[in-house]
């Protein structure tokens, strides 16, 4: 049974960094790459973050490019979201997704996998 369960979000002030977590089990964490997306109140779940299967590369939205940063640990099926400098438009909830095939890592179409989401609450 594959599980991704996100962990680390709360409640920050504007300014202040969080770091996510996301357990990975189940599967093979080699074949595949992961994303994280987010999805505030009354919006689309969209993309924040990409990395592929080695984590040599890396993939971001605009809106958070040099911010924050995606990483991975095969060998403990772990993937982290550090988050700095986060901004009130930062707050929703947190999904950690994975993908085994080659598709658009931007989309939520080519993810095969989601976690239950993390909520991050950015405060003014």
């Known amino acids: 049974q594959v599980q991704l369960v996100e962990s680390g979000g709360g409640l920050v002030q504007a300014g202040g960094s969080l770091r996510l977590s996301c357990t990975v089990s189940g599967l093979t964490m080699d074949n595949y790459r992961m994303g994280w997306f987010r999805q505030a109140p009354g919006r689309e779940r969209d993309f924040v973050a990409g990395i592929n299967w080695s984590g040599t590369y890396t993939y971001y939205a605009d809106s958070v490019q040099g911010r924050f940063a995606i990483s991975r640990d095969n060998g403990n099926n772990l993937v982290y979201l550090q988050m700095n400098n986060l901004k009130p438009e930062d707050s929703a909830v947190y999904f950690c997704?994975?993908?085994?095939?080659?598709?658009?890592?931007?989309?939520?179409?080519?993810?095969?996998?989601w976690g239950q989401g993390t909520r991050v609450t950015v405060s003014s």
């Open positions: 997704g994975a993908t085994r095939g080659s598709g658009y890592l931007k989309s939520m179409a080519a993810y095969n996998f």
